[in-house]
C-alpha cells in the first residue's frame, strides 16, 4: 500500500522562528491534507492540498503531487503552534485516508 | 456552529460491558468515520460510512460495530470491550468521502480495565 512518511518527527523551536514540515508518499493520491493536534488533544484540518499553494495567516502549504511531496511552512512561530502536524493522503484507488506518523513540534517561549 | 460532537469524553469501563460512544455531526457531511489513536501506531481507521445505510470497514475493525441509521449520526458500539481497546477514538465527518475539509469530534478517551 501506499507509504506516507512525515520529517522530521520531532522539531523543538524558539517562539518567532520558522519552520518547514515535509510529507513524502509513495504513490498518486487524489487529495493531501494536513492538521494539526494541539496539546489537549485536538484536531483541527489547516489544509486540503491535493495540488499547488494555499496560505491561511502564518501557515501555508505546497503540494507537489508529481514529485509526491508537500510541505508545511509555519512563520513566526508562537507557542499555540505547539502540537502534533499529521498529513494524510487518500490513495487514488480507495476512500480511506492513509496517515503519516505526525511531525512533534515543541515552540519555547 | 458547525461541529462534530462526541459521547461520552472520558469513560472506564471493564471487559465485557457493552458500551456505545455516540457520534453527531450537524453539516449534512454524508462522510463520516471513527478513528483510535494509540501512542506510537498514530491514527487508524475503524469503520467509515458513505452514506446512510453505506458502511465499509477500515484498518482495525475487529471488536466494533458501527450503524448508519441517520446521516447525522454515526455511534461506534463495542459489544465485549477488552483492554486492547483502550484508546483514544476520534469521529470525523466531511461533506464527500475524503474529498474535502474533514471534522473531527473532541475525542473520546476509553478506558477498559
Known amino acids: 500500500g501506499i507509504q506516507v512518511e512525515q520529517s522530521p518527527p520531532d522539531l523543538i523551536l524558539q517562539e518567532g522562528a520558522n519552520s518547514t514540515l515535509r510529507c513524502n508518499f509513495s504513490d498518486s493520491v487524489n487529495n493531501l491534507q494536513w492538521f494539526h493536534q494541539n496539546p489537549w488533544g485536538q484536531l483541527i484540518n489547516l489544509f486540503y492540498?491535493?495540488?499547488?499553494?494555499k496560505q491561511n495567516g502564518r501557515l501555508s502549504a505546497t503540494t507537489v503531487a508529481t514529485e509526491r511531496y508537500s510541505l508545511l511552512y509555519i512563520s513566526s512561530s508562537q507557542t499555540t503552534d505547539s502540537g502534533v502536524y499529521f498529513c494524510?493522503?487518500?490513495?487514488?484507488?480507495?476512500?480511506?485516508?492513509?496517515w503519516g506518523a505526525g511531525t512533534k513540534l515543541i515552540i519555547k517561549p | 456552529e458547525a461541529q462534530v460532537t462526541q459521547n461520552p469524553r472520558y469513560l472506564i469501563t471493564v471487559t465485557g460491558k457493552k458500551l456505545t460512544v455516540t457520534c453527531s455531526q450537524n453539516?449534512?457531511?454524508?462522510?463520516m468515520s471513527w478513528y483510535r489513536q494509540d501512542p506510537g501506531l498514530g491514527l487508524r481507521q475503524i469503520y467509515y460510512?458513505?452514506?446512510?445505510?453505506?458502511?465499509d470497514k477500515g484498518d482495525v475493525p475487529e471488536g466494533y460495530k458501527v450503524s448508519r441509521k441517520e446521516k447525522r449520526n454515526f455511534p461506534l458500539i463495542l459489544e465485549s470491550p477488552s483492554p486492547n481497546q483502550t484508546s483514544l477514538y476520534f469521529c470525523a465527518s466531511s461533506l464527500m468521502s475524503n474529498t474535502g475539509e474533514l471534522f473531527f469530534g473532541e475525542g473520546s478517551r476509553l478506558t477498559v480495565l
Open positions: 460510512s458513505m452514506n446512510v445505510e453505506v458502511t
Open positions: 453539516m449534512n457531511h454524508e462522510y
Open positions: 494524510a493522503v487518500e490513495h487514488e484507488s480507495n476512500y480511506q485516508l492513509i
Open positions: 492540498i491535493p495540488s499547488g499553494t
